[in-house]
């Protein structure tokens, strides 16, 4: 009964182990990244005639929100940056995330060592 226990947890230990090396690939990629997250504003000039008073706004503004000290902060993100400003943002959102879940099953890892040994403890004198 131990013994399938022990089992179980050495399966479930690979499964997390296997996990932990795909995030690790994520977290090892060198790529810049943009701390914060991107908003979209829709844009109007208010220029009489203009398209975007007829339903066809222009390219959104972008803003990069984040904490600064506790506070948020919106700055503008120039056109010419958008494309770049919205790659690095995903990867900072996908570094985030894989740090997030690799630190999990760190602990989750730790706790099956331990329940191992419990479920692999012999006891003395042996039977
Ligand atoms: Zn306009």
Not at 44 to 55: I, L, N, Y
Request: glycine content about 4%.
């Amino acid at each position: 009964m131990r013994e399938i226990e022990a089992s179980r947890l050495r399966q479930k230990a690979i499964r997390l182990i296997a996990e932990r090396q795909r995030l690790e690939k994520i977290l090892m990629q060198h790529q810049r990244l943009l701390r914060g997250s991107l908003l979209e504003r829709p844009k109007f000039c208010g220029k009489p005639g203009c398209k975007c008073t007829k339903g066809q706004p222009h390219p959104p503004s972008l803003y990069l929100s984040r904490l600064v000290k506790g506070t948020v902060r919106h700055l503008f993100i120039r056109a010419a940056d958008h494309k770049r400003a919205r790659k690095e943002a995903l990867s900072y959102k996908e570094f985030r995330q894989a740090l997030r879940r690799w630190r999990a099953i760190g602990k989750e890892l730790n706790r099956i060592w331990e329940e191992l040994e419990t479920a692999q403890e012999e006891s003395y004198p042996f039977e």
